[in-house]
């Protein structure tokens, strides 16, 4: 497209078309040209009785197009008098819609089409004259033919507003325009800026006015002529549309009566103006909205207010403090605010009311030119509201504390205008390098940052002295700038400039009194500098030694360190030597010979070399892009040596191999460093190399992302500090070959973040195209998303680890950041993401783009289903990216700007239906321009308010229920609001401008209200509190982490009077702040709950709005209660309350009475610790469903069915499996049941008394007592059971443990057993096995995750966690023990590790492992660490120690034996050694690979045979002696789905999330076949009705909509069938086996042959409602009435039934019968229940169904009758259910873990709680005496007796 900068400052209409030559206009009646004696010009005349007939049309033909993108179009014309005339403008919009617009003083109102806008023009009249009076006092122009005395008119219209305001489009271009009779017309002009005719050119230069700012005169040639002396008002007319005076869209375009001053117009002159407007129909709706919004209420009558004193309105000086910090904290500015003195002690002063004072403060002095904030005035503005003064004035505080409120803590990037500049300190413990426009020193160990800020450009440069204590820096830009600092002490010591556009190059002599840099002069030119700073660090000044101006290119420039004036440099085809000398500086060329044509890249010495060295022996080495490295005498300037670095010729797996001195492409090299005994290089493909001096190999190397741009040796040549073009930092260490990343950045702006306050990590989106997610403590990145389209904005979800990206192309995802898949991705959008929100309660999300649409997501649901998408919503651009959408923190209301920029809406969260809308443009009926929204915020304590910046620099307060103005906050900044946030507890403001950060006092109670900060080189993109309130977050150029230090606590300084201080803290009461508890984002504040101020007595007041009234102006003379209590600030009630958890606030009468120990004890309760990175501890699974307390178990003996076998093994556990090789017990835990298997015959016995997941298992010695261990519920403590092995029999229960219990374990003589608690309760327990009492307890310093008792010692045990190993003994005293504890810290050879397991070898040995992989040795007797050694890569989670042979397993999957018996000789050492310098040799035996990580294991006393237990679910009996495995017990490791029979009985088949199939053996219960899919989850299967093995097959439906069809003889998949383009929900064969009915989530059903695989029909009739259930039966329909062989049914997610007659033989299927359910609307917080449906096996004419509806029953439906023939009433919703074939029993399963039987025709029922979780699925098999019942992965089979 061609440019439209021609168009630029305006285009002459007439002049454009030439329009004298008709050839691109055209003229049609009589059109003519004369010169017109006020104008003294030609003009045209166009006449005629119809003006349709006389017009001047441009362009001339239909089809073309003027293409005039300005906003606002110029007619300069006069209406003739007595007639009429009509103007057409043809405009087109976004989409290429044409739109007339039209204006006429024929037209006698207001109309408008969605194509055409027809508006009235009233013409004026001349001034003084009869009917300029009759105007004025009609208060409006002549409707009808102009007037005898109409003058010429210069009209504006603003076509980019008529068309946004009235038809919510956007204008695009100015078409065609068509001029018809009756007028004079002298031009027309288009522009886009808004010119002021009455202005002359000589009048503006003395005001200062420009035409290209948009205040200036018109254009000369367009321009009314004016006589000396005489006013241009007085002889013409200058009308706009829209008018300047009010924003109210009107219906008629005429004259304004707006004078001069008339922006002081009074309110009550508006009043009048505004009431003789006459609107028409189409605008009233509008202009009542805007009425109800800004028209006051009227005053109270008969009400005196008692006035004693009148406060002083001042003007407060808004002079700035030079006060600015380059230290560790930001740079931060003293901010001006406002003074408010209307805002009485009583309330604050953003209370709504009636009257008001506006007090405007405006700057006195500036700051100077070098800060851009520095003279801009702020005004507060309160709304009109009446003034309540008290007797006295309170004192205000001054400014806003404390000050600073900031401080910057931590940034996240490298780089900006270079990523080649990073330094060692002298020490080589730190690292400095540029971020934008500061400098950042990190130290490597401990990460913690230093900034020197001070530059307001990205710095380029940077250089060190040889003992680092000076640093010199330069910044970008055109006038660069250069600063000295002390290192050490952070603060600048010398600034200075260069008449340079940039410096690329600094370098410091070793003393540190010379400086050289080297940048571009004005003319292009290389110019390089000298400096003498030999005086700087006392205070004197910089002066210049030299300077040189040369066309030779130089890319680096460095100072030698042996010699202050001696420089070398190198560049393009050129290396030269400096030297500084009597004032001037020459240089002397390398003679490259062949090489000259070279680029090259960096020059270095050596580093290290000491000063004293004779020059001969300097060697200079370079570095160029093609590879070569030069070697170079420095005292010959002779080329010594060449070297080329070549890639490598043979690639090895482990190995690459670099050759020299051949041909082909050399390695790029990008930069060198050299120590005295290696030479390192960092080059374009990505490399750190190496190498000798002679470059004869490469030594060491490390691969990074990106090229390598910089490399630096640090002083002791032991670290190699490298830097990439990707924004990466680290450093390699030789010695260990180990490398640390510092730091990673991203490489373009970052445009939006989002932060997880609970796992503390950051999303960031950026214009590299990457989303990066960062944990905020380390600032390590864990994770990077690169997608095809540029990321736009990102949201994690507030409670689950899901973040959601939106993309430049429309496009929404929604990953799962554990697992880093993604869920979910969404196309709808048209344009770029522009907002993107998580409600506060995490059910919903929303979207919005660039185009204005706006989408609705269920995000309950995994795959977050489009709920609504609303068209046009949103004001169009992108300017409002990345928070668009503001979300209340009740989740009920969501606000944005649309569907035009001067309109806020607030919609309702839950269906977008629109609530409210508030135009900000009529806010301000003063201001002269239209004022737009650009942001939108809801304070988190208050959902009524609503903040809203706009672009006139305001914020607005608005209330969300009236829409009115509340408070305004004008000249927030200088530039634009870019972003706003508020604290949690509503006491601050933050607001980002340019590269500016403001925080603000929110109620502005202080003179000077605000604080600013800047650092960005940037514009500020977005900035937020951290949800824990102790920081802040801002990105722009790069990630900026600052400390928040207005605590909570500081509140209770203030220095308000008790009686203000009180009231305010009442009015937060909408979102009272927790400071013990929890904030409404569920973060844990860190100090505990303090009140801020007495709060008032609110006991006497009976309403909330008695309430309100009472809070804002108590009388003067009330007795307000002054005791302090425990509550929180702002504890009053609230209409409208917030859906979080608060801690309950009790007011207690005498406070000093509170036991301080129970406060202590709440607030360690709030914190809730975190668990363990480690998988060794349990985490109990995910369990949302609660046991039906009202179930009752039946008595033993009378049992209906009978738990036959558990099939399955809980991986979940942590050794929960148990055996006895001597004895021959073999248990192990299956959700709640502890299964005792004999496993010589195959049977079972369960021991059930445990009601959720069991964690862990321990068997005595002698086998005879088992105990278990399972979490409590709901707070309640963990329940130990004591099982009695011969008679399965439960001797005891014990509870101790709030949390999970991690470990259960045995003494040797089985007088004691240990139980420990998990991460939330770490606390040891010493119990009695004699009589199962607790003898003591000890509470750990950090989590237990192992527990052992000595084998020998029965008074010794250990146990292991995050502390280290605790070595406990035994003191008994009588009946009590008393257990000493001496804890022993991990070695620190082995870094940051967690202690997982242990065992004891022998009397004096303990084994431990560590979640590294490593074991350790321990000498029981000395508490010492003797050595250790590396048994696995991964985490080791099971120990085990028989004799001399070890047995390890780990995460890895791996099972290790060891030979340990070399371990006897071991002696204890000085410190702890690793195994190779020990000289003690551990032998690894044997090894084997299982299908999971290793969670239990039992072996015998020798370790040749035992059994390990996996994650998988699988039990594995391991011999070693032939190292085999045999699988003992299989499960499922994922969620099942559904279980079934064959129909001869003899397997059955399961299908589970993970994607497998698996066939089993009846009654011997094992594995026989396993089908696997990956990437795809099975939900349905079933079994062909063929009874023969041969014949058998089974049918299963996965997640992506495919049918696999599997033979059981053969063990293969037969047959793939893809019927569905979703989930298959149901899959069943029909009777006879020759079709397959499948359902999908759609509601469809697909009939597919089961020979072919053709899918037949599809059946449409449950589209849009998932199909829950299905049934085929062998009936014949004839007494139906219908002709069929088989009967089949589908049950709906909708409540509905079809019941089918078909025959299949014959390609016949007819609908029998539609049964619909009723049902009131579900509230609940899952989905409701599903609708099954089955027929009755007995009788196929009765229909069963139960579902969600007005009762919880199951209902017996009468196809033959037509009607329910009876009702079971259930106690609750059914999850599952399943007939009996043999019996009329009928299996209920329900999501409260309840499995009930039922006897059909007596209501007689059991009830069976055998489940740890909801029901899934159960089904009786086809003869009726087994059952299954399945939840999550537990597979019960109950054998059926009956009731």
């Known amino acids: ?370 800060e851009e904030e520095s003279q801009e005035e702020f005004v507060c503005t309160p709304a009109p509201h009446d003034v309540h003064l008290s007797l006295s004035e309170e004192p205000r505080q001054k400014k806003l504390l404390p000050d600073p409120i900031l401080r910057l803590s931590r940034i996240i990037g490298f780089g900006g205008a270079t990523t080649k500049c990073a330094l060692w300190s002298s020490l080589g413990d730190a690292v400095v390098y540029p971020c934008h426009a500061i400098i950042v020193s990190m130290n490597i160990s401990s990460n913690q940052q230093r900034f020197f800020i001070g530059h307001t450009d990205k710095v380029s440069a940077l250089a060190f002295n040889g003992n680092t204590t000076l640093l010199a820096s330069a910044q970008t830009g055109n006038h660069s700038v250069v600063r000295v600092w002390n290192y050490h002490k952070g603060n600048c010591l010398a600034m200075f400039r260069i008449h340079a556009h940039s410096l690329s190059s600094l370098s410091f002599s070793y003393g540190g009194g010379v400086l050289c840099g080297v940048g571009k002069d004005g003319h292009n030119k290389t110019m390089v500098v000298v400096w003498n700073t030999a005086n700087v660090g006392k205070g004197g000044e910089v002066t210049i030694l030299a300077k040189a101006h040369t066309d030779v290119d130089i890319i680096t420039m460095k100072v030698a360190f042996f010699d202050d004036t001696r420089m070398v440099s190198c560049g393009r085809g050129n290396i030269r030597l400096w030297r500084v000398r009597n004032g001037t500086l020459r240089s002397c060329p390398v003679d490259l010979g062949e090489y000259h044509s070279l680029d090259f890249t960096d020059v270095t010495f050596e580093e290290g070399n000491s000063s004293n060295q004779h020059l001969e022996e300097r060697t200079l080495f370079a570095s160029s892009r093609s590879g070569f490295i030069f070697e170079i005498d420095y005292s010959r300037v002779v080329i010594r040596n060449v070297r080329r ?162 993309f430049s192309s429309g496009i929404v995802r929604v990953l799962d950041v554990s697992s880093a898949k993604m869920l979910a991705e969404h196309k709808h959008h048209r344009g770029d993401v522009v907002g993107l929100a998580f409600s506060p309660d995490g059910e919903f999300m929303y979207s919005a783009d660039s185009q204005g649409s706006l989408a609705l997501y269920n995000a309950s649901e995994d795959d977050h289903k489009v709920v609504r998408v609303v068209c046009n919503a949103l004001a169009r651009g992108t300017e409002r990216a990345p928070d668009a959408l503001a979300v209340s923190s009740d989740s009920r209301c969501l606000a944005f700007v649309g569907p035009s920029e001067h309109v806020v809406t607030v919609a309702d969260s839950r269906s977008l239906e629109e609530l409210l809308h508030v135009d900000v443009s009529i806010l301000d009926v003063h201001s002269p321009s239209l004022d737009s929204a650009l942001r939108v915020c809801f304070p988190p ?210 406070p000093s009475s509170v036991n301080t120990s129970h406060m202590d004890a709440a607030e360690m309760k709030g914190k809730k610790p975190a668990r363990p990175d480690c998988y060794r501890h349990f985490a109990p699974r995910f369990n949302a469903s609660t046991l039906d307390q009202a179930a009752v178990a039946p008595p033993p003996g009378e049992e209906g069915i009978k738990l036959k076998a558990v099939i399955g093994y809980s991986g979940n556990g942590r050794g929960n499996m148990v055996w006895s090789a001597d004895q021959g017990l073999f248990a192990y835990s299956c959700g709640c049941v502890v299964v005792v298997e004999f496993l010589h015959t195959g049977s079972q016995r369960h021991l059930q008394g445990h009601s959720e997941e069991i ?67 770490p606390e040891v327990a010493l119990w009695s096995t004699k009589t199962f009492k607790l003898l003591s307890s000890v509470r750990m310093s950090g989590p237990i995750h192992d527990t052992a008792f000595s084998p020998s010692r029965a008074s010794q045990l250990a146990c292991v966690g995050s502390h280290g190993v605790s070595f406990c003994l035994m003191h008994p005293h009588g009946l009590d023990v008393d257990l000493k504890v001496e804890q022993v810290k991990t070695p620190v050879e082995l870094g940051d590790v967690e202690l997982t397991a242990l065992c004891y070898h022998m009397d004096s040995f303990l084994f431990t492992a560590t979640n590294r992989g490593h074991v350790g040795v321990w000498d029981v007797n000395t508490r010492r660490c003797l050595m250790t050694w590396e048994a696995d890569e991964g985490e080791i989670g099971v120990l085990l120690c028989r004799g001399n042979r070890l047995l390890t397993g780990s995460n890895t999957r791996w099972l290790r034996l060891w030979e340990v018996d070399a371990l006897r000789g071991i002696r204890p050492q000085e410190k702890n050694c690793h195994v190779e310098d020990s000289g003690t040799t551990v032998v690894l035996g044997q090894e084997m690979m299982l299908d999971g990580t290793a969670v239990s294991a039992a072996f015998d006393n020798s370790m040749d045979m035992g059994i390990v237990g996996t994650t998988a679910g699988t039990l594995w009996c391991i011999n070693w002696c032939d190292n085999s495995s045999i699988r003992l017990v299989s499960g499922h490791k994922t969620e099942v789905n559904d279980a079934v029979f064959s129909e001869d009985e003899g397997h059955f088949a399961t299908c589970s999330e993970d994607g497998s199939v698996r066939v089993w053996s009846v009654p011997s219960n094992e594995l026989v076949v396993q089908f696997q899919v990956l990437s795809r989850a099975c939900g349905c299967v079933c079994w062909s009705p063929s009874s023969s093995k041969e014949r058998a097959r089974v049918a299963a439906g996965y997640s992506d909509g495919t049918l696999r069809i599997f033979r059981l003889s053969s063990s293969e998949m037969e047959m793939k069938l893809q019927p569905h383009q979703v989930a298959v929900t149901a899959v069943q064969y029909s009777a006879a086996g020759d079709v397959i009915l499948s359902a999908g989530k759609n509601g469809l059903v697909a009939v597919s042959s089961a020979v072919h695989g053709a899918t037949i029909r599809v059946i449409k009739d449950h589209k849009g409602a998932a199909i829950t259930s299905m049934q085929c039966v062998k009936e014949q329909c004839q007494n139906l009435g219908l002709q069929g062989n088989e009967m089949w049914l589908a049950a709906s997610a909708d409540r509905r039934v079809s019941v089918w007659a078909a025959d299949w033989s014959k390609d016949k299927c007819d609908l029998l019968d539609w049964l619909t359910f009723p049902a009131p609307a579900y509230f609940g917080d899952d989905g409701p229940p599903p609708s099954l449906a089955a027929f009755w096996p007995a009788d196929p004419d009765l229909v069963v169904y139960t579902g969600y509806g007005v009762e919880k029953e199951l209902c017996f439906y009468s196809l033959a009758r037509k009607q329910i023939m009876k009702k079971i009433a259930l106690p609750d919703w059914a999850a599952c259910f399943s007939l009996s074939r043999k019996s009329p029993l009928i299996a209920v399963g329900s999501k409260e873990r309840v499995l009930k039987v039922i006897e059909a025709t007596s209501g007689r029922f059991q009830d069976f709680l055998q489940h740890s979780d909801s029901l899934r699925a159960c089904h009786f098999s086809p003869s009726g005496t087994l059952l299954f019942t399945v939840a999550f992965n537990e597979i019960l089979l109950w054998e059926v007796q009956g009731l």
């Open 941 to 1150: 304590a208050s959902t009524e308010h609503l903040l809203v910046a706009t672009s006139a620099n305001k914020i607005l307060r608005v209330s969300t229920k009236t829409g009115r103005l509340l408070r305004e906050v004008s000249k927030v900044h200088k530039h634009q609001c870019s972003s706003l946030a508020v604290s949690e507890d509503s006491r601050f403001l933050l607001t980002a401008g340019h590269n500016v950060l403001k925080v603000w006092d929110y109620d502005m109670q202080v003179h000077i209200s605000s604080q600013m900060f800047i650092g960005h080189s940037q514009p500020i993109r977005q900035v937020s509190f951290t949800p824990d309130q102790l920081g802040v977050v801002s990105v722009g150029d790069a990630i900026f982490l600052w400390d928040f230090l207005a605590h909570p606590v500081d509140s209770l300084t203030d220095s308000r009077s008790p009686l203000r201080s009180g009231s305010i803290s009442a009015l937060r009461s909408v979102q009272p702040d927790v400071s013990g508890g929890q904030l409404s984002n569920g973060m844990p504040r860190l100090t505990a709950p303090l009140p801020s101020s007495p709060p008032p007595r609110l006991d006497a007041i009976g309403t909330l709005g008695r309430v309100e009234q009472a809070l804002r102006s108590p009388s003067v003379g009330d007795d307000t209660s002054t005791s302090r209590t425990a509550s929180v600030p702002g504890s009053g009630s609230s209409s409208d309350p917030r859906p979080a958890s608060f801690l309950q606030v009790t007011e207690l009468a005498n």
């Open 1 to 370: 497209m061609a440019s439209k900068g021609w168009q630029h400052p305006y285009v002459n209409i007439f002049k454009h078309v030439k329009v004298e030559d008709w050839k691109r206009s055209a003229k049609e009646g009589d059109v003519s040209t004369y010169k017109d004696k006020r104008l003294k010009c030609s003009v045209f005349r166009i006449r005629g009785p119809v003006p349709a007939n006389s017009f001047i049309r441009v362009p001339k033909g239909g089809g073309q197009s003027l293409g005039l993108v300005g906003r606002y179009f110029y007619l300069l014309f006069r209406p003739a008098a007595g007639k009429h005339f009509v103007v057409q403008l043809d405009v087109s919009v976004e989409d290429g819609q044409v739109v007339r617009i039209s204006f006429s003083n024929m037209f006698k109102e207001f109309k408008f089409t969605a194509t055409s806008l027809q508006f009235p023009f009233l013409c004026g009249a001349a001034k003084d004259s009869v009917y300029e009076n009759t105007a004025k006092s009609a208060r409006r122009g002549f409707v009808g033919p102009a007037p005898a005395s109409v003058r010429w008119t210069c009209l504006m219209l603003d076509l980019q507003y008529i068309v946004s305001v009235y038809l919510n489009r956007c204008y695009s271009q100015l078409k065609s325009i068509k001029l018809c009779a009756n007028m004079a017309v002298k031009n027309m002009f288009t522009s886009n800026l808004l010119l002021n005719p009455g202005v002359s050119f000589s009048e503006a230069k003395m005001m200062g006015l420009a035409s290209s700012q948009g205040t200036g005169p018109i254009p000369r040639d367009m321009s009314f002529p004016v006589p000396e002396g005489g006013s241009w008002h007085d002889l013409y007319d200058h009308i706009r549309f829209p008018s300047e005076g009010t924003k109210l869209p009107f219906h008629s375009i005429q004259k304004g009566h707006l004078q001069p001053g008339a922006n002081c117009v009074s309110n009550q002159r508006i009043g009048e103006e505004s009431s003789g407007v006459s609107l028409s129909q189409p605008v009233k709706d509008r202009v009542s909205l805007i009425q109800q919004i800004t028209s006051p209420n009227s005053l109270l009558r008969n009400r005196t207010p008692t006035v004693t004193d009148v406060p002083d309105l001042g003007v407060v000086s808004t002079r700035l403090n030079d006060d600015w910090l380059f230290r560790d904290g930001g740079q931060h500015q003293k901010e001006p605010a406002c003074s408010s003195s209307q805002s009485s002690p009583n309330g604050p002063p953003w209370d709504t009311g009636y009257g008001g004072v506006h007090v405007h403060i405006h700057a006195e002095d500036g700051f100077g030119k070098r």
């Open 645 to 806: 670095l070549l890639p490598a010729q043979q690639q090895h797996a482990n190995r690459r191999e670099k050759l020299t001195f051949n041909t082909g492409r050399g390695i790029a090299i990008n930069s060198i460093s050299v120590s005295s005994s290696f030479c390192f290089t960092g080059s374009e493909d990505g490399f750190l190399r190496l190498w000798p001096h002679d470059f004869s190999t490469v030594f060491l190397e490390a691969e990074h992302e990106g090229p390598v741009s910089l490399v630096s040796v640090s002083p002791d040549g032991l670290q190699v500090l490298a830097a990439t073009s990707a924004g990466s930092l680290g450093f390699l260490d030789v010695s260990s070959r180990g490398y640390n990343t510092l730091m990673r950045s991203h490489t373009d702006a970052v445009l939006g973040f989002s932060v997880d306050g609970i796992r503390r990590h950051l999303a960031t989106a950026s214009s590299d195209g990457t989303v990066r997610i960062w944990n905020m403590d380390s600032l390590h990145q864990l994770y990077d998303f690169v997608s095809e389209d540029d990321p736009s904005s990102v949201a994690f979800h507030p409670r689950e680890q899901l973040l959601s990206c939106g």
């Open 1255 to 1321: 964690s862990c298992l321990a068997v005595t010695n002698d086998a005879k007592i088992v105990a278990s261990a399972a979490g409590g519920r709901n707070g309640s403590r963990s329940l130990i059971c004591i099982w009695d092995i011969q008679n399965a029999t439960c001797r005891d229960t014990v509870s101790h443990h709030r949390g999970a219990v991690q470990s259960l374990a045995f003494s040797r003589d089985d007088r004691f057993f240990l139980s420990a608690g998990d991460f939330s309760d």
